[in-house]
C-alpha cells in the first residue's frame, strides 16, 4: 500500500546558516526540523464505537502550532501515544533508521490498549521517510548525532464525554540529537523510588503512552533533588522486583557470563534496544536470561562480585552504564562500565552508524 501525502512546504524555513548552527550543537529535543508529517483519521459514521474508520489526508506541512478545541479529548484524558526512534546518517552521506518495523508494531500495541486506531505500517513508514527527505539537511553528521524521531497519535475529537474519540490525529516531527547525557560517556546514578510505582498489573505499563510519562514526573523530582539522573521502578507486588528505568530497559551482567534482565510481565515497555541487545548478547554466546530480578539480587550481588556491571539502555542513550543506585539512605555501588557494556555499546552504534555489519538486515534506508 502506499499512501499520497499532498506537500505544503514551509514558506520560509531557516536558513543554511541558522541550520548549521544548531547542528553544531543540538542538545536533545530543543530545536526541529522545518516540517511535520500530519494525517487525520474518522471513525466510520456506523462505526459502533470500535475502531472502524479511515485516515485520510496524508500531508507534509510546516512544524508549527497545532488548532484544536480546548475540549479536545487528548487535553482530559490523555488518550495519546508515542514512538521515538533515530535516523543516523552514514559516512556516504545516506539516511538510515534502526528497526523502525519494531517501532511500528509497538504504536500499534498501544494504539490498542489506548484505544486508538492502529496505523498501517507501511503509511508508518511513508511517513518517515517523507520527513527525512524533505528535511535531510537536518540529519546531523557529528559524532554520536542523530535526527530523533517523534510519531505521535492523540484524541483530536471535541468533546468531553468519556469514550474513545472518533477523531484522531498522527503526526510525526523531528529534532536534532546529540548526546542525550551530553559529554562523554559517564556512569549514571539511580533513585530507587520507593513512594510511587511506574505501572501495576493490567495498566498501561507495557504502552508508550504520554501518561505513563507524567506519572514519572514527581518521582524524577525526587531523583533530582537527591543529585540522582534517573528513576528507577520496582515492582513492590514482587518483592520489589526490578521493572526500568523512567525511559530505559535495565541489564546485568553477572561474572559467568549470564545476563539477566526483567521479563516482559506487561508493566514494563519492551524497548527496541533492549531486544537488540539481547540478540547481539546471544550472538557473543551470552547466556541471556529474561526473568525475574529483585532489588535484594542486585544489592547482593553486587556485594559478592557476582554482579559485575549494570546498565540501561534505550533509543536516546543507546547503552549507558549504571554508576550508583540510592536507595534512600543505602547505596548501591555497581561496577558498571567495564567490558562488556562498553563492547555492546560499540557494536550497536557501529551498525546503527553505517560502520558495522547489519547481519540482521536491522538498518532500514530512509
Ligand atoms: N522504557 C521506557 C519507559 C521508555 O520510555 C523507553 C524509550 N522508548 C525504553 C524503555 C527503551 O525503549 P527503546 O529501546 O525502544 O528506545
Redesign the pocket.
Known amino acids: 500500500m502506499t499512501t499520497d501525502f499532498a506537500v505544503h512546504p514551509h514558506p520560509a524555513p531557516l536558513s543554511d546558516a541558522e541550520r548549521e548552527q544548531i547542528l553544531a550543537d543540538p542538545g536533545f529535543g530543543d530545536h526541529f526540523t522545518d516540517h511535520m508529517v500530519s494525517i487525520d483519521w474518522t471513525r466510520d459514521a456506523d462505526g459502533a464505537g470500535g475502531a472502524g474508520g479511515s485516515w485520510h489526508e496524508a500531508r507534509i506541512e510546516p512544524f508549527g502550532p497545532i488548532q484544536m478545541s480546548p475540549a479536545a479529548a487528548v487535553l482530559h484524558y490523555a488518550q495519546e501515544i508515542f514512538?521515538?526512534?533515530k535516523a543516523y546518517r552514514h559516512e556516504d552521506g545516506s539516511v538510515w533508521t534502526f528497526r523502525p518495523q519494531?517501532?511500528a508494531a509497538?504504536l500499534n500495541q498501544s494504539a490498542r490498549r489506548l484505544a486508538l486506531p492502529e496505523l498501517p505500517e507501511e503509511m508508518f513508514l511513508e511517513s518517515l521517510r517523507l520527513l527525512v527527505s524533505t528535511d535531510q539537511a537536518w540529519v546531523p553528521s557529528g559524532d554520536g548525532q542523530a535526527l530523533y524521531l517523534r510519531p505521535f497519535m492523540y484524541a483530536s475529537e471535541s468533546f468531553l464525554g468519556v469514550r474513545p474519540s472518533r477523531q484522531v490525529a498522527y503526526k510525526v516531527i523531528a529534532s536534532p540529537a546529540g548526546n542525550y547525557f551530553g559529554g562523554e560517556l559517564k556512569p549514571v546514578s539511580i533513585w530507587v523510588s520507593r513512594d510511587y510505582a511506574?505501572a501495576g498489573h493490567g495498566g498501561t505499563g507495557a504502552a508508550?503512552c504520554g501518561g505513563?510519562?507524567a506519572a514519572s514526573l514527581a518521582p524524577q523530582l525526587q531523583a533530582a533533588a537527591h543529585g540522582c539522573d534517573q528513576v528507577l521502578f520496582l515492582d513492590p507486588t514482587r518483592d520489589n522486583a526490578v521493572e526500568?528505568?523512567?525511559?530505559?530497559?535495565v541489564f546485568f551482567v553477572f561474572r559467568d557470563g549470564r545476563i539477566v534482565t526483567p521479563a516482559l510481565t506487561g508493566t514494563?515497555?519492551?524497548?527496541?534496544?533492549?531486544?537488540?541487545v539481547i540478540r547481539l548478547a546471544q550472538d557473543r554466546g551470552l547466556d541471556v536470561q529474561e526473568r525475574t530480578i529483585t532489588l535484594d539480587e542486585w544489592r547482593e550481588g553486587v556485594a559478592s562480585g557476582e554482579i559485575t556491571e549494570v546498565f540501561a539502555?534505550?533509543?536516546?542513550a543507546v547503552i549507558t552504564p549504571i554508576g550508583r543506585l540510592f536507595d534512600g539512605e543505602d547505596v548501591i555501588e555497581s561496577a558498571g562500565g567495564s567490558d562488556v557494556t562498553l563492547d555492546i555499546r560499540r557494536e550497536l552504534l557501529e551498525l546503527q552508524t553505517g560502520r558495522g555489519e547489519d547481519r540482521h538486515g536491522w538498518l532500514y534506508r530512509l
Open positions: 514512538e521515538g526512534l519494531a517501532n509497538r511506574r508508550k505513563n510519562y526500568e528505568l523512567g525511559g530505559m530497559n514494563i515497555l519492551e524497548g527496541v534496544t533492549r531486544r537488540s539502555c534505550g533509543t536516546a
